[in-house]
């Protein structure tokens, strides 16, 4: 009897711990756990890339939705399959997901995440890096599994993530509704695609890492392709400037409002006078 006491005993006490091991399981899971879905993309060649996938709720396949393809700073690279979406990379993913924007503008938005040592793209040759290409063969799948709009796919990236939109603006203009890009740099091998799709681009006049000359002659090269662009200087300001460019109100209307160009058509000649702030 005493043997039977202590194996029931026993029993119990594994069984509290098991629940409790569950319970400090469930404590670990965020509240980014819950809005951006953790999948990785593997491919035929055994390629991987971690991403982050947010999707509308109340989604139905009967409908078709927009899609935020958001390329990450420098800081957000790495394996975790987190920091794309955190810290400097927070407002980048989690503007377009609050109540009140989905309901006017319910988008999905997917993450990728570049693994550390790597870049999205070469700004002299404006050539996509594996992981870029990786990006682009997960946007294929998501495109496939769940009912995007192929006219409202909308880039956005910031630092090292502008880099990669210059480069698929470039490559492949053909795709994209509109783009937005904040503290990045390009040597432009060819404007002239730029030129096809809506762009707003961001930059602190008091940036250390891209100089704003530098940009300012770049936004010059695509005013002379009658590009379709907004740029915005902020005045006193360095390389962190997410917080005030995604605040701004005009951004999501205007990027809400963009569709894709017909085929062979473009977005060409609305240029707009460069804004100070």
């Known amino acids: 009897m005493r043997f039977q006491f202590s194996f029931t005993r026993i029993a119990a006490v594994f069984a509290l711990l098991c629940i409790y091991a569950e319970f400090l399981h469930a404590a670990e899971i965020t509240?980014?756990?819950?809005?951006?879905?953790?999948?990785?993309?593997?491919?035929?060649?055994?390629?991987?890339?971690?991403?982050?996938?947010?999707?509308?709720?109340?989604?139905?396949?009967?409908?078709?939705?927009?899609?935020?393809?958001?390329?990450?700073?420098?800081?957000?690279?790495?394996?975790?399959?987190?920091?794309?979406?955190?810290?400097?990379?927070?407002?980048?993913?989690?503007?377009?997901?609050?109540?009140?924007?989905?309901?006017?503008?319910?988008a999905f938005v997917l993450a990728p995440q570049c693994p550390v040592g790597e870049n999205w793209s070469d700004p002299d040759l404006n050539q996509?890096?594996?992981?870029?290409?990786?990006?682009?063969?997960?946007?294929?799948?998501?495109?496939?599994?769940?009912?995007?709009?192929?006219?409202?796919?909308?880039?956005?990236?910031?630092s090292m993530g502008g880099l990669g939109v210059y480069s698929l603006l470039q490559?492949?203009?053909?795709?994209?509704?509109?783009?937005?890009?904040?503290?990045?740099?390009?040597?432009?091998?060819n404007a002239k695609a730029i030129s096809?799709?809506?762009?707003w681009v961001f930059q602190g006049d008091?940036?250390?890492?891209?100089?704003?000359?530098?940009?300012r002659e770049m936004m010059q090269q695509l005013k002379k392709a009658n590009a379709n662009l907004r740029y915005?200087?902020?005045?006193?300001?360095?390389?962190?400037?997410?917080?005030?460019?995604f605040s701004e109100p005009e951004l999501i209307p205007w990027l809400a409002s963009r569709k894709r160009a017909s085929p062979g058509g473009s977005q060409l000649g609305t240029s707009a006078s460069p804004t100070a702030k």
Do not use: C
């Open 31 to 106: 509240k980014d756990d819950l809005d951006f879905r953790k999948k990785v993309y593997v491919n035929k060649n055994g390629e991987r890339l971690p991403y982050r996938l947010f999707v509308p709720t109340g989604y139905s396949p009967e409908q078709k939705y927009p899609l935020i393809f958001w390329l990450h700073g420098g800081e957000g690279r790495g394996s975790d399959n987190l920091q794309q979406i955190v810290h400097t990379n927070e407002k980048g993913t989690h503007v377009w997901i609050a109540p009140g924007i989905q309901l006017k503008f319910p």
């Open 128 to 158: 996509p890096s594996k992981s870029l290409e990786l990006a682009l063969q997960t946007l294929a799948v998501i495109q496939k599994e769940f009912s995007i709009d192929p006219d409202r796919v909308y880039l956005v990236g910031q």
């Open 232 to 245: 915005t200087e902020y005045h006193q300001a360095d390389h962190a400037i997410g917080d005030r460019a």
């Open 206 to 215: 008091q940036d250390p890492t891209v100089p704003v000359t530098m940009v």
């Open 196 to 199: 096809r799709v809506p762009l």
């Open 171 to 189: 490559l492949y203009p053909e795709k994209w509704a509109a783009a937005i890009i904040l503290t990045a740099y390009d040597n432009f091998t």
